[in-house]
C-alpha cells in the first residue's frame, strides 16, 4: 500500500493545529470564562478544517462545503451571540440592584 506523504503531512498538520487550537480555546475558557466567542473559534476551526482538505477534496467541493457550514452554522452564531448579550444584560441588570440596595430574593 503506496502512503501519500502529502496527505500524511496535510492531516499531520491539522492535528497539530487542532490541538494547539483546543489548548487557546482552554486558555481563553480560563482567562476570560463565558467569553462569549465560543462559536467564532467553532468557526475558526472548522475553516482551518476546510482549507486543510481543500488538496483532497478540490476547491469546488471545498466552496459547497463552506456554503454547507455558513448555512447551518449562522443560525448557531447568532444564538450565541444573542444568549451571550442577554447573560450580559442579565448581569447588569443585577449588579445595579445590588448597588442600588434592591437585593433580589
Same mark, same amino acid.
Given at each position: 500500500?503506496? /502512503?501519500? +506523504?502529502?496527505?500524511?503531512?496535510?492531516?499531520?498538520? =491539522? $492535528? /497539530?493545529?487542532? %490541538?494547539?487550537?483546543?489548548? =487557546?480555546? &482552554?486558555?481563553?475558557? +480560563?482567562?476570560?470564562?463565558? #467569553?462569549?466567542?465560543? &462559536?467564532?473559534? $467553532? @468557526? @475558526?476551526? $472548522? &475553516?482551518?478544517?476546510? !482549507?486543510?482538505?481543500?488538496?483532497?477534496?478540490?476547491?469546488? &467541493?471545498?466552496? #459547497?462545503?463552506? =456554503?454547507?457550514?455558513?448555512? *447551518?452554522?449562522?443560525? %448557531? /452564531?447568532?444564538?450565541?451571540? !444573542?444568549?451571550?448579550?442577554?447573560?450580559? *444584560?442579565?448581569?447588569?441588570?443585577?449588579?445595579?440592584?445590588?448597588?442600588?440596595?434592591?437585593?433580589? *430574593?
Amino acid at each position: 500500500m503506496q /502512503i501519500d +506523504r502529502k496527505l500524511t503531512r496535510n492531516y499531520l498538520a =491539522l $492535528v /497539530i493545529f487542532g %490541538m494547539a487550537y483546543n489548548r =487557546l480555546a &482552554a486558555y481563553l475558557g +480560563r482567562r476570560y470564562g463565558d #467569553h462569549g466567542y465560543t &462559536a467564532w473559534l $467553532v @468557526v @475558526v476551526g $472548522v &475553516a482551518v478544517t476546510i !482549507l486543510g482538505a481543500l488538496p483532497q477534496i478540490g476547491l469546488r &467541493a471545498g466552496l #459547497h462545503l463552506l =456554503l454547507a457550514f455558513i448555512a *447551518s452554522g449562522t443560525p %448557531m /452564531i447568532a444564538g450565541d451571540v !444573542l444568549r451571550h448579550l442577554q447573560d450580559e *444584560s442579565d448581569v447588569a441588570w443585577l449588579v445595579d440592584e445590588i448597588r442600588n440596595g434592591n437585593l433580589p *430574593s
